[in-house]
């Protein structure tokens, strides 16, 4: 079973900044299969990112992802305001599962 | 735009069985993969199974010898009930559409908690 470990945990950053979120996994993960997520307080989680570099579909291109193998990053070039929420990444198994990380938050510093 | 809607009682007492629906609008059910995900309070989102629409079935280990997952074609729902819960099944619920592998259409989610 893959876990997927996620960090920092809390990120604390101004808006305009540089936001930089690792996702690290147990084992090699195929990059076709991992996502990340973006959940407010109240809301649903929304797809950011599927095969870890494609936008969603409306999703704007100051996010972005990147990484293979144990390593995958998901980086918003200039924070705004609404960018402030939790993140998480998922990957699909070839068990099959789908396994999420721990989560990263993202704050107004 | 295809929407989901969970729905189901809010309260279910420990040792019984938990049932949710979920209703798909906007679009047909097959040929489609569906899930369900649970949030508990002020954690993280653990994956519960998913169904294709023809029927067939995966679960997540953990959980696998307690959930079941359904479909119902005629009526463009799925459901997932969730036997002998306690405590730790107190979250929010959510169904979504799995899309290769991702979950790109969420319900709003709706809260179940566990108690006497």
Redesign the interface.
């Known amino acids: 079973?893959i876990v997927l470990s996620q960090s920092p945990g809390t990120l604390s950053l101004s808006p305009g900044e540089r936001a930089t979120l690792s996702c690290r996994a147990s084992q090699s993960v195929s990059s076709?299969?991992l996502?990340w997520?973006q959940q407010k307080p109240g809301?649903?989680?929304?797809?950011l990112i599927?095969?870890a570099s494609s936008r969603?579909t409306g999703i704007p291109d100051r996010f972005s992802g990147s990484g293979s193998g144990t390593d995958f990053t998901l980086t918003i070039s200039r924070l705004e305001t609404e960018d402030f929420a939790v993140y998480?990444c998922?990957e699909?198994g070839s068990s099959?599962?789908?396994?999420?990380?721990?989560?990263t938050r993202v704050e107004i510093k | 735009q295809v929407q989901l809607q969970e729905s189901g009682p809010g309260l279910v007492k420990p040792s019984e069985t938990l049932s949710l629906t979920c209703t798909v609008s906007g679009g047909s059910i097959s040929p489609n993969y569906w899930?369900w995900?649970r949030q508990p309070p002020g954690k993280?989102?653990?994956?519960i199974g998913?169904i294709y629409s023809s029927g067939s079935t995966?679960y997540?280990?953990s959980l696998k010898s307690r959930v079941t997952i359904s479909v119902d074609t005629s009526k463009n729902q799925f459901s997932v009930k969730l036997s002998s819960v306690t405590a730790a099944d107190t979250a929010v619920y959510?169904c979504a559409r799995l899309v290769?592998?991702?979950?790109?259409i969420?319900?709003?989610?709706t809260m179940v908690t566990v108690s006497s």
Request: charged letters at 5%; a negative charge.
């Open positions: 079973e076709s299969y996502a997520y809301q649903a989680p929304r797809l599927y095969g969603a998480y998922q699909y099959p599962v789908l396994t999420f990380g721990g989560g | 899930s995900i993280g989102l653990e994956w998913y995966n997540n280990p959510y290769g592998g991702f979950l790109v969420w319900g709003q989610g």
